[in-house]
């Protein structure tokens, strides 16, 4: 299926002002350069919202910068990777400059973290934007390996079998970046392992993106249809439909964010029903939409605050520019539903 708006009418209409409104109060100092809290990540939603205009590249350009002036984590989601990452996306750095995948390289021996956000796996989702390169090729090879020598014997608590932070994520970059044959069966059967697990993820205390089953579904589709595996597709689609059968009782489900909020499950189920046609995740992503819209408010930035532990172990409500958590996220999702251009963005979600 060719990706075709799924909003119309009314819904669409106060979706594209919420677009805009979002759009002019992004307008400011992002508080670093990531691609999850930042500036990286804001142009990545002007990117998409203006292709080839001014406002992306303005926005990409403070990202360098305050990488630049400060020492910057080496994470997909909150360091100079994900600059990296919506730089080569976007186009706004050199192809041909692979300074970056040596750093990678030389760095490959002291990362302790596996998982998508901070590890190994959002390191081979930046790599993989760069392919088929010929240094890119080769830190991919390098990530693989490494990812597939500690994954072998990797388990984790409930929370692990996620996207963020678990085997969704890290099977997800390995499919997707082409892992040979033995690695590929170290992802698989890891896999299997999370999947006898998967009832534990209907009862985690989050619904969205980052934990539950919906995004490990999500995942998991994508990861099916790289592979040609048809069981695989079928196990995906009935995780999103029992998701979808419960999506009006998650009253767990207090802000928009992308993460873990209404917007990013209406752009889960989206993505979904734009792969499969199922009118059950089309009507449970026009649900999470509609409520998206409904928790705007005359706060926040264009009317968003995020729900999260910001600062200490206490949630509370933050206003958050960046893709993950704020205003620049909750846009990206509203203009995948009101536009017949595909959300490549979200690969960097582990969702194609």
């Known amino acids: 299926m060719a990706w075709a708006p799924l909003l119309d009418g009314d819904l669409r209409a106060r979706a594209t002002s919420t677009i805009e409104e979002i759009a002019r109060a992004l307008d400011r100092e992002a508080p670093d350069a990531s691609l999850g809290r930042g500036s990286s990540g804001v142009a990545l939603l002007f990117g998409y919202l203006d292709p080839g205009g001014p406002e992306a590249e303005r926005h ?61 796996a959002g390191l081979l989702v930046h790599v993989r934007e760069r392919l088929p390169r010929p240094g890119a090729s080769e830190t991919a090879l390098r990530i693989v390996e490494a990812l597939a020598a500690r994954l072998d014997t990797w388990a984790g608590p409930r929370s692990l079998l996620g996207v963020a932070h678990g085997i969704a994520g890290i099977a997800s970059a390995m499919i997707h970046a082409g892992a040979g044959a033995r690695a590929r069966q170290v992802t698989m059967t890891a896999l299997e392992r999370a999947l006898v697990r998967l009832p534990e993820l209907a009862r985690v205390p989050v619904f969205g993106w980052c934990h539950a089953d919906i995004g490990f579904g999500a995942a998991l589709l994508a990861m099916a249809r790289t592979l040609g595996d048809l ?121 194609s």
């Not at 990678?104 to 002291?110: C, E, M, Q, R």
């Not at 029992?242 to 009253?251: L, M, V, W």
């Not at 909020?261 to 009507?283: E, K, W």
């Open 60 to 120: 990409f350009d403070r990202a360098l910068a305050a990488t630049a002036a400060a020492a910057t984590p080496p994470s997909l989601h909150r360091g100079f990777v994900g600059v990296g990452w919506v730089g080569t996306h976007l186009g706004l750095l050199d192809p041909d400059d692979d300074e970056l995948d040596q750093a990678i390289t030389a760095s490959l021996g002291d990362w302790g973290e596996l998982d998508l956000m901070n590890g190994l």
């Open 231 to 351: 069981t695989l597709e079928q196990t995906a689609v009935a995780i999103a439909r029992d998701a979808a059968g419960r999506h009006r009782h998650a009253e767990v489900v207090r802000d928009a964010s992308f993460c873990h909020g209404a917007a990013g499950l209406g752009h889960l189920f989206n993505r979904i029903y734009q792969a499969t046609g199922d009118p059950s995740c089309a009507d449970a992503a026009r649900h999470w939409f509609a409520r998206a819209l409904e928790l705007r408010t005359d706060r926040g930035i264009g009317g968003y605050r995020a729900w999260i532990a910001a600062t200490g172990k206490e949630l509370d409500w933050h206003d958050e520019v960046g893709v993950v958590h704020g205003a620049a996220g909750v846009a990206l999702a509203l203009l995948a539903a009101t536009s017949d251009r595909e959300p490549a963005w979200d690969r960097a979600f582990a969702l």
